[in-house]
């Protein structure tokens, strides 16, 4: 019997493309490694940290992607200093702690991130997150005040309808195994009609993981948890109710800058009247629209997304 075959993968040698891709310079590999913070005995985050000094920016992924997703915004932004986290069960970071598997909350999230930020990133100058990366920067500015001098949200807001995220979910809640990467791929690039083939290929390899056998199963929680706790879908939209009320109250609690940036395109999760009720409970809220953008405004349009990042974060 023939040996699976075996797809190689660099975690850092991929970059190139990333340049080549959206025409940024390259000159050869950016300064970036792979940090791991133990946020509670026996349990690590890892980040990707950016540059060289203090780092000025924090990034935080959506449900079921991983700090990767940030490359290009990264590279954009050079040579400004940042860290990219890997959330709780997701990239290469260890599963979530006790309170998050319990309640699927955003606020678990943020007590680890807020560990890690305090090791990595004390000083930062802001925080964007996108979709549940978001959701676990607001509850952060409650967490860990002293570390959220702003707030960059990107294509979410708490309490978002579930129908317009169906798509995503369709997309997550697929098959938990794939017999070749040519599978995951084809299923990918099913839900992604407007992205590259070699931009999907390279999100592909570094959030999922081949196993001995030579299938594929995606890096993030889903695939971690216990049989009993695989239909609970992704964390990546927030469920009705209590979870999203709580959220919405803190929003308009907020006292530091926010920022929303909001993908226009079908695809994206929110509507007019999300960005109306944002306004209403925090009327001090800046909004920049994205017409070229879904909801994965750093995969649809890094470069203006840096900008507005370099503009709002300065």
């Known amino acids: 019997m023939s040996s699976p075959e075996r797809v190689e993968y660099d975690e850092f040698g991929l970059f190139h493309e990333n340049a080549a891709e959206y025409g940024l310079p390259f000159d050869g590999p950016p300064t970036v490694r792979r940090e791991h913070v133990e946020v509670e005995p026996g349990r690590r985050l890892s980040a990707l940290v950016w540059g060289v000094g203090e780092p000025e920016v924090v990034l935080l992924h959506g449900g079921s992607q991983n700090a990767h997703t940030w490359d290009t915004v990264a590279m954009a932004l050079r040579p400004r200093p940042l860290i990219a ?12 702690g006790e309170r998050q598997r319990a309640d699927r909350s955003p606020r678990g999230a943020a007590d680890d991130v807020a560990v890690v930020v305090r090791a990595l990133a004390p000083h930062a100058s802001g925080v964007v997150g996108m979709s549940y990366g978001g959701l676990t920067a ?36 697929g098959p938990a195994t794939f017999g070749r990467f040519d599978d995951l791929l084809t299923r990918t690039m099913e839900f992604n009609p407007m992205r590259s083939i070699s931009s999907l290929r390279r999100g592909i390899l570094h959030n999922a993981v081949q196993l001995d056998d030579g299938s594929w199963v995606w890096r ?28 919405l109250d803190t929003l308009g609690r907020i006292q530091v800058p926010l920022l929303l940036a909001r993908g226009m395109r079908p695809d994206s999760v929110l509507g007019d009247d999300d960005e109306a009720e944002l306004l209403r409970r925090l009327p001090s809220a800046q909004v920049v629209h994205f017409d070229e ?5 750093q995969g649809d349009m890094p470069l203006e997304l840096a900008a507005t990042i370099q503009t709002f974060i300065p």
Do not use: C, Y
């Open 220 to 247: 993030h929680s889903r695939w971690r948890l216990g049989a009993a706790e695989q239909d609970q879908s992704m964390p990546d939209v927030p469920a009705a109710g209590a979870v999203s009320e709580d959220l």
């Open 293 to 297: 953008a879904g909801h994965s405004i």
């Open 138 to 173: 607001i509850a952060l500015t409650e967490a860990a005040p002293d570390v959220v001098r702003k707030v960059l949200l990107v294509d979410v807001l708490p309490g978002l309808k579930a129908e317009r995220a169906r798509h995503i979910v369709d997309f997550v809640n």
């Open 85 to 96: 986290i890997d959330l709780p069960g997701h990239g290469h970071s260890d599963g979530p």
